[in-house]
Nanobody
Framework: QVQLVESGGGLVQPGGSLRLSCVAS????????MGWYRQAPGKQRELVAT???????VYADSLKGRFTISRDNAKNTVYLQMSSLKPEDTAVYYC????????WGQGTQVTVSS
């Protein structure tokens, strides 16, 4: 019903920056909150950040200050700007839309390594 497509992942050096994008399509009219989650191998999926239609953001405490989420409603796109990346940020990053049920993208791999 809602399709989410992530892009922008890749390999980056520690301390580098990367910007992820998520484009929503389909039945998008009732989406109030979108966000980013990530999952590293052997770990639970965890919240990165969320943003609602008013632009109010919520971040995981450990990531606040390094990551910035933004939303362009006209383009149905959510972004995640990541800076000062650390090896522990390596994960598959998933876009999320709080629909019923929740909608998820297929994920984009972010690898932070020397």
């Amino acid at each position: 019903q809602v399709q989410l497509v992530e892009s922008g992942g890749g390999l980056v050096q520690p301390g580098g920056s990367l910007r992820l994008s998520c484009v929503a399509s389909g039945n998008i009219f009732n989406i109030l909150v979108m966000g980013w989650y990530r999952q590293a191998p052997g770990k639970q999926r965890e919240l990165v950040a969320t943003i609602n239609n008013a632009g109010i953001t919520v971040y995981a405490d450990s990531l606040k200050g390094r990551f910035t989420i933004s939303r362009d409603n006209a383009k149905n796109t959510v972004y995640l700007q990541m800076s000062s990346l650390k090896p522990e940020d390596t994960a598959v990053y998933y876009c999320n839309a709080r629909t019923v049920p929740n909608s998820w993208g297929q994920g984009t791999q972010v690898t932070v390594s020397s």
